[in-house]
């Protein structure tokens, strides 16, 4: 076993770099993430070097995109990451990019490695840190749904909605019957055509989402864990079996939902920091937007503090119906703290009401749990109540 701040990127990433060239198209990236199984690859410039990347995201994001699209004009710019960055370091890193892999540079600054989400789930069952934490304690309670009879297209805007690659599946008896992922659409939807039709998009063609229902395509006797399992144990089935994401189970029943992303949010908040990571997704607004949501994400934080230490702060934003020039909002709060998740929820036409009322709501959750603390104290302990 190793401590978290002992285990640095070069332990943990592939040497293996996968990439295509800047003047490759989108079509021919899609080709080289199904040949060999992955969700990104980087994009390299003759003389340059490793100059950006491309994922599976970004084709569903931007799905009217044709395939005859250079790579160049779609690609992102991942951040810097060096062999001897330490673990918490690179999920830091990899929360901030949203990216679910990046490129790793040696002290000369040449790529010597990438380093994925998958390469941290393979790490967890070595560090010692992380022993004493359970699924309970990182994973999304009561996750929503999709039923096994509904359509690929409904399937792909709850992923989008919720910000998640994989849903869980059920029948008619809203038993667990499948997962279905993102990656799962994909290879679905955009396949390549061998000529223009009248209709049809420039270089793709889709496949008729209304027409094909999830059970076609979903993985069928999903792998589960237990809320009572370990985080080191559920990486090791996530490892053994190649997945991406858990369903929590007791006695049959759907409890919670546990993806990567948790795992590299729980390594990343071991850093030693005064600040909380926060991390606002779903929003496309001007800066302005973001500094007053930050402004009151702040306040709140500073009376969580009170009570717990907030780790990280993941803000959800879906954009509903329109109605008239009205938006309605719904915003999904996620806290870690070194006293476990909080989650809220809340609607509303103005954005910044809907923030302020989840805030108030999860504030009430964090202090109805630490009057539950003390009250376990006094039990415990009676000759200390008061």
Request: hydrophobic share 35%.
């Amino acid at each position: 076993m190793a401590g978290i701040e002992d285990i640095k990127a070069r332990d943990v990433m592939s040497k293996e770099l996968i990439t295509a060239g800047c003047d490759q198209t989108v079509s021919d990236a899609i080709g080289i993430m199904k040949k060999h199984n992955i969700s990104g690859v980087l994009i390299e410039h003759e003389k340059k070097g490793v100059v950006g990347i491309v994922t599976d995201e970004t084709f569903m994001k931007r799905r009217h995109l044709p395939l005859s699209t250079k790579l160049e004009h779609v690609m992102a710019s991942p951040p810097d990451v060096n062999e001897d960055d330490s673990i918490v370091d690179v999920c830091e890193m990899l929360m901030s990019s949203g990216l679910r892999g990046i490129p790793v540079k040696d002290r000369k600054g040449n790529h010597v490695g990438f380093l994925t989400r998958t390469d941290i789930i393979k790490a967890v069952p070595k560090i010692d840190d992380l022993k004493k934490i359970y699924i309970k304690d990182i994973m999304t309670p009561n996750p929503i749904t999709i039923n096994e009879r509904d359509v690929i297209g409904n399937a792909k805007n709850l992923m989008r909605s919720l910000d998640e690659r994989v849903v869980p599946v059920v029948d008619e008896y809203g038993k667990l019957s499948g997962m279905i992922g993102l990656v799962d659409i994909i290879k679905e939807t955009f396949k390549p055509m061998d000529r223009e039709s009248m209709g049809e998009r420039s270089g793709e063609k889709e496949s008729p989402m209304r027409d094909i229902d999830v059970q076609s395509i979903m993985v069928e006797t999903p792998i589960t864990t237990k809320p009572n399992e370990t985080m080191r144990e559920a990486a090791k089935k996530m490892r053994d079996n190649d997945i991406s994401t858990l369903v929590a189970l007791d006695e049959g029943e759907i409890k919670g939902i546990v993806a990567q992303v948790d795992f590299v949010e729980t390594v990343a908040s071991f850093r030693e920091s005064d600040h909380v990571y926060v991390q606002i997704s779903g929003l496309e607004e001007d800066p302005e937007t973001f500094d007053v949501m930050y402004d009151i994400l702040q306040k709140y934080l500073t009376k969580f503090a009170k009570v717990v230490k907030p780790l990280v702060m993941n803000v959800h934003v879906v954009t509903h119906q329109k109605e008239g020039e009205e938006t309605k909002y719904s915003i999904r709060l996620r806290l870690q703290t070194d006293h476990g998740m909080f989650y809220t929820k809340q609607y509303d036409w103005n954005i910044m009401k809907a923030l302020d009322e989840a805030l108030d709501k999860m504030r009430g959750n964090i202090f109805k749990e630490k009057d539950k603390r003390v009250d376990h104290r006094r039990n415990k302990h009676p000759k200390y109540a008061p």
